[in-house]
């Protein structure tokens, strides 16, 4: 069981707006940034957002984040057929010992 | 360009032991912090241990403290995961990861191709 809780699916036709949720406390996005990973199938994970909502470069306008308190929410708006892939949330949290945590993904069908 | 390139996994017996590398290049090695991420098969990811860029400061997540060990060298830009006491759950892809920033900020803007350990009689 994961630190971070997201939904295990998501699913959208394209076009719609999709938003996908990561619960978690005050030791975790409480206190600290939210980062999230995007991961397509067979592939490793890559940095879709930091800072709670930021951008790298590269990544479409279309992806955004938010945090209020001890939970964090990315959304994905005109959704893509290549947009389906597995989200997860990630932290830094300070209990006991400092240690990362992720949410344990969530996997968005593009219908 | 950067690039992470992952070597050492394998097939090994419960109990047994391995080293994963990571070798790096495009970057200033020694000035970044550096982390290990795994992903059993079918399941999500899971943050295993990072190291900061001088090597003097290590975390490690308690599922594998006492029994892997994360060092670097930074004169042959290499992270290495040496892996002790090897059970069937650490079976999974390892993916080194450079850290953008800190420890205490997994922003994680590079990967590795990930390299599959799998523990098994």
């Known amino acids: 069981q994961s630190v971070l809780t997201q939904p295990p699916s998501a699913s959208g036709t394209p076009g719609q707006r999709v938003t996908i949720s990561c619960s978690g406390s005050s030791s975790n996005i409480g206190s600290t940034t939210v980062n999230w990973y995007q991961q397509l199938p067979g592939t490793a994970p890559t940095l879709l957002m930091y800072?709670?909502?930021q951008r790298p470069s590269g990544v479409p306008d279309r992806f955004s984040g938010s945090k209020s308190g001890t939970s964090a929410s990315l959304a994905i708006s005109g959704l893509q057929s290549e947009d389906e892939a597995d989200y997860y949330c990630a932290a830094w949290d300070d209990s006991p010992s400092g240690h990362v945590v992720f949410g344990g993904g969530t996997k968005l069908t593009v219908l | 360009e950067v690039q992470l390139l992952e070597s050492g996994g394998g097939l090994v017996q419960p109990g047994g032991s391995l080293r994963l590398s990571c070798a790096a290049s495009?970057?200033?090695?020694?000035?970044?912090?550096m982390t290990w991420v795994r992903q059993a098969p079918g399941k999500g990811l899971e943050w295993v241990s990072a190291i900061s860029g001088g090597g003097g400061t290590t975390y490690a997540a308690d599922s594998v403290k006492g029994r892997f060990t994360i060092s670097r060298d930074n004169s042959k830009n290499t992270l290495y995961l040496q892996m002790n006491s090897l059970r069937a759950e650490d079976t999974a892809i390892y993916y080194c990861?450079?850290?953008?920033?800190?420890?205490?900020?997994?922003?994680?803007?590079?990967w590795g191709q990930g390299a599959l350990v799998t523990v098994s009689s």
């Open positions: 800072n709670n909502n």
């Open positions: 990861a450079k850290a953008d920033l800190d420890f205490w900020t997994p922003r994680y803007g590079y």
């Open positions: 495009g970057f200033t090695f020694s000035s970044y912090t």
